[in-house]
């Protein structure tokens, strides 16, 4: 098993940043990627940002290329999702998950079999 949790979120203006951690512990060797997803209230959970462990390849959703950047500590087991110039859209929980190599689209969550709890991330106007 892996366990994941997230912090770092919160409530900012719009225009502003926050920067997410999700620290990893357990089986951290049974899997590839990490990805950052976010879910709003009534809509779907969403892709954001996935990056792999091996390489450090990044991956984005076309709406935050430019404004947020994923990045990895190796020795901490550490993901953050560095998240500027947000938008009140955005306002949504972010999650943290991870997924091994073998199958399926890295953007959907359908193939990520280990999720944090989520953090709130909150965008005024």
């Known amino acids: 098993q892996v366990q994941l949790v997230e912090s770092g979120g919160g409530l900012v203006q719009a225009g502003g940043s926050l920067r997410l951690s999700c620290a990893a512990s357990?089986?951290?060797?049974?899997?590839?990627?990490m990805g950052w997803f976010r879910q709003a209230p009534g809509k779907e959970r969403e892709f954001v940002a996935a990056?792999?462990?091996?390489?450090?390849?990044?991956y984005y959703s076309d709406s935050v290329k430019g404004r947020i950047t994923i990045s990895r500590d190796n020795a901490k087991n550490t993901v953050f999702l560095q998240m500027n110039s947000l938008k009140p859209e955005e306002t949504a929980v972010y999650y943290c998950?991870?997924?091994?190599?073998?199958?399926?689209?890295?953007?959907?969550?359908?193939?990520?079999?280990?999720w944090g709890p989520g953090t709130q991330v909150t965008v005024s106007s």
């Open positions: 357990g089986r951290t060797f049974s899997y590839d990627y």
């Open positions: 990056i792999r462990w091996s390489g450090g390849s990044t």
């Open positions: 998950a991870a997924r091994t190599i073998v199958g399926g689209t890295l953007f959907s969550p359908a193939y990520y079999p280990y």
